[in-house]
């Protein structure tokens, strides 16, 4: 195997793929990079087992063939290199030299025949959508996932393709994340859990302007990212592979009030800093933030109370229903307004014991939030 190859280009290809790779890995393999080397293009390939991420560079290959590198001591070398070409060569069973100008590396490897292979996915239906509204969707969303490695169904977000839309929802039982979006599917429904770290490599991934197209087995999911032309030194696109969260779902339509009760409609930014603002007088023992609205104000007021202090702030509003007194974890409300980026938006409630909704006005967007005790 011997390929040039710009240095840039190379230094991104493998910052591209560099992030599944674990520094506790159970097997020295997945610790390397897969190095294919073959007519105009250099593949990249990493993997975890349950992840796995390939990405191809621009080269110009005189020798065609693989080894595999340790990822987090090419990463370096490749960054510390100057700016022009770099060759890599094959000198022996398992070791590469690499040269750019007067610089040369010798890294020791492992054989190409030891790498796990990524799973393939022909003769599978695909589903296309752009990155920029996936990528907005899980936006949305992913905040929302359990870290509880007690309940590893909730941890990841939930894909569901069915009469012509895409739904993404994310849960951690307290407060609960849906997004839809019209898209063309498969024949059939079809669903299944990413898990959280997969959520985060793909909204690493996303680029403005291209597409992602989506295919699936019946324990993985194959993510093809095109990637735009004028990506320095990547060619066509980046395949990410994931394992599914195995398991059943939660019905998280029982989630969501059918009737909603009373609602305020609210400039988007001016809720959420006064949120933020109230959240600055919660601490461990009280973090609550307490909403009341009054048809005879005509004002929801916006307060918390601790033991180093309080804090109280008025929002005009239009309000035409009972007056409420509701209490919330200020993060699970502050997370949905961040998320968004429309003006205004709709908060709907019910009395103090049922949950809130943030919900979008132009999007098919809500996020239901559970109450907390007012003591």
């Not at 040039?4 to 280009?9: F, G, I, L, S």
């Not at 996915?121 to 905040?143: H, N």
């Not at 929801?300 to 309080?310: A, D, N, Q, R, V």
Request: proline share 5%; with cysteine; aromatic share 6%.
């Amino acid at each position: 195997m011997k390929f040039k190859v710009n240095r840039n280009h190379l230094f991104t290809g493998l910052t591209s793929v560099t992030n599944v790779v674990g520094t506790r890995a159970t097997m020295p393999i997945l610790q390397n990079v897969l190095i294919e080397a073959e007519g105009d293009t250099v593949t990249l390939t990493t993997t975890n087992l349950d992840l796995g991420i390939c990405a191809r560079v621009k080269a110009s290959v005189s020798s065609p063939g693989k080894i595999t590198l340790p990822i987090k001591r090419l990463v370096p070398i490749i960054r510390s290199l100057p700016n022009g070409d770099a060759t890599l060569e094959l000198t022996g069973k398992d070791r590469v030299k690499i040269t750019s100008g007067s610089s040369v590396f010798h890294v020791v490897g492992l054989s190409a025949e030891q790498f796990p292979p990524l799973a393939t996915f022909s003769g599978q239906s695909k589903i296309s959508i752009e990155q920029d509204d996936l990528g907005s969707m899980l936006r949305k969303v992913s905040y929302a996932q359990s870290t509880d490695e007690n309940r590893y169904i909730l941890n990841g977000v939930f894909f569901e393709f069915a009469n012509g839309k895409l739904t993404v929802v994310a849960t951690d039982g307290r407060r609960l994340a849906k997004c839809e979006r019209e898209l063309a599917g498969p024949d059939k429904p079809l669903s299944f859990i990413l898990p959280a770290r997969t959520i985060a490599e793909l909204q690493r991934l996303f680029k403005s302007g291209s597409k992602a197209h989506i295919l699936n087995n019946e324990r993985q999911v194959n993510f093809i990212i095109d990637i735009p032309k004028n990506d320095e030194g990547l060619v066509d696109r980046i395949q990410l592979v994931s394992k599914v969260v195995e398991g059943n779902y939660p019905n998280y339509r029982q989630v969501i009030p059918k009737d909603a009760g009373s609602k305020v409609r609210l400039e988007r930014e001016k809720f959420l800093d006064t949120v933020n603002r109230a959240s600055l007088m919660c601490d461990d023992r009280n973090n609550t933030v307490r909403l009341s609205v009054s048809k005879k104000t005509q004002n929801l007021e916006i307060s918390s109370k601790s033991e180093t202090g309080e804090s109280q702030e008025l929002i005009a509003v239009k309000y035409d229903g009972p007056d409420v007194n509701i209490a919330f974890n200020p993060g699970y409300v502050i997370d949905p307004l961040k998320a968004l980026t429309e003006d205004e938006i709709d908060f709907e409630f019910k009395d103090d014991m049922s949950p809130g909704v943030v919900r979008a006005l132009k999007e098919d967007f809500l996020c239901v939030v559970m109450p907390q005790r007012i003591s």
